[in-house]
């Protein structure tokens, strides 16, 4: 039996969307020996903890906690939880340090550094936290994340049917490009995700519902702002298109990081699926974008390490690479960052065929400077140019065109120094004339 109001407008009958849902789900449920293979190291962590005599217990995060992780998904977080009025914060990860030494892990860099390393094909996160039961005793941000996960499992242990509706609602985001919250994606976190489907009771419910939102929209949960949300907040976690009522934290925004563009795709396919609901939108085939005579495709091997930061690093690429080009007047009418962790990125940048051609015959481009009434910048603007005059108000040069064609374009901007350490390696793989 699948979560959804008997009012929910889906083109398809009760009987065959439930069929399309039944068949996802069994594409998308995990194998439960993962979960076995994360308590057998769960078991090992707590070992060393008591051999080494550390006041430290270990338990499971994320996802997999919750019982909404999805197959194929397998990174698996946890939490060692210190006794907060026996160590000092700055002590946490030296300590976890030495007790995870038997797996050799790689430092992290964040607010508290933690730990990484893969083992039986499954990757782990270890967070050095401290035990609290209230959001007041945090010293650090991750000290609330066990009570996050808490919220989640209590009301799937009172709803278990929430599990799968969870796993519908992450499967549905992935294959729409919206789920992850990391900075170079600034979508759905998982958290967001169960929350917003245990506050709908399920999947459908909750698309039918994203087709009201209207920015901005505030969900609380728990009904800790009695109302008063845009009134009580600070502006910074208010500026979102969604503003969600962390349920364990009444002054956060757990939707902060969501950006307008993610919300508005959500919502447009939402949409889509209720007046088509397919298989696609779960699992969409992977589009190969291919170089062309007016499209311009650059390969990227990510650094290693932490995948935010080598997804950000690589974004930051992209942009760059992309301002280059319109600044040598090759005029992008369509960029696309393609990137999955574990895979090699792709940028494609779509080139105006006219700008293309103007290069090509080697046309002069006329470029326009600022107001002849900012006299200081028009002066640093004539420093920049030997041919200029005035036009409409502005300051004006003919500049001649550094390139011939993009690629060539494309080729000097990958050997800037600001792309160093953006990634291992770059590959552009149009074939030069």
């Not at 508290?112 to 941000?141: L, T």
């Not at 609380?220 to 208010?238: C, F, I, V, Y």
């Not at 007047?329 to 393609?338: N, P, R, S, W």
Request: proline share 5%; glycine share 6%; with cysteine.
């Amino acid at each position: 039996m699948f979560l959804y109001s008997a009012g929910s407008a889906y083109s398809m009958d009760r009987k065959a969307l439930k069929k399309l849902l039944s068949e996802v789900l069994e594409k998308i449920r995990p194998d439960e020996s993962v979960i076995k293979r994360c308590e057998e190291t769960l078991k090992e962590i707590r070992a060393e903890l008591r051999t080494r005599r550390i006041s430290a217990d270990a338990v499971l995060g994320g996802s997999i906690a919750k019982g909404t992780f999805l197959k194929n998904n397998y990174d698996c977080d946890i939490f060692v939880r210190f006794d907060r009025n026996r160590y000092k914060d700055e002590e946490l990860s030296e300590i976890l340090q030495s007790a995870l030494s038997r797996f050799s892990p790689t430092r992290v860099k964040g607010s508290r550094d933690y730990f990484q390393f893969e083992r039986q094909g499954i990757n782990f996160e270890v967070v050095p936290v401290f035990r609290i039961r209230s959001p007041r005793q945090a010293v650090n941000v991750t000290d609330v994340s066990p009570l996050h996960i808490s919220w989640v499992r209590d009301r799937i242990k009172k709803n278990p049917q929430l599990a799968d509706e969870a796993r519908l609602t992450r499967a549905f985001c992935r294959g729409i490009g919206v789920y992850g919250a990391e900075s170079f994606i600034r979508g759905f976190s998982g958290h967001v995700l169960d929350i917003l489907t245990i506050q709908y009771g399920g999947f459908l419910n909750l698309l039918s519902a994203s087709q009201k939102w209207r920015p901005p929209v505030v969900i609380d949960p728990e009904k800790h702002q009695k109302g008063m949300a845009l009134l009580n907040l600070n502006a910074s976690k208010r500026e979102g298109p969604l503003i969600l009522i962390d349920p364990v934290q009444p002054d956060r925004n757990a939707a902060a990081a969501l950006s307008e563009e993610k919300f508005k795709l959500l919502v447009k396919k939402a949409g889509e699926f209720m007046k088509r609901p397919s298989h696609s939108f779960f699992f969409p085939k992977r589009k190969n974008i291919l170089p062309s005579e007016d499209t311009l495709v650059i390969e990227a091997v990510p650094i290693s390490g932490n995948p935010d930061i080598a997804g950000c690093k690589l974004l930051k690429a992209f942009e760059f690479i992309k301002k280059g080009l319109e600044e040598n007047y090759f005029k992008v009418e369509k960029a696309q960052f393609d990137w999955q962790k574990g895979e090699l990125a792709r940028f494609a940048y779509k080139i105006n065929k006219s700008s293309i051609r103007d290069a090509g015959q080697g046309k002069p481009v006329n470029r326009r400077g600022p107001p002849l009434s900012m006299e200081k910048h028009v002066l640093e603007f004539k420093k920049r140019h030997s041919a200029f005059y005035e036009k409409d108000g502005f300051i004006w040069a003919q500049d001649k065109r550094r390139y011939s064609d993009f690629v060539s374009c494309a080729t000097a901007l990958l050997n800037d120094e600001y792309l160093e350490g953006k990634a291992l390696s770059f590959r552009i793989l149009n074939r030069k004339k």
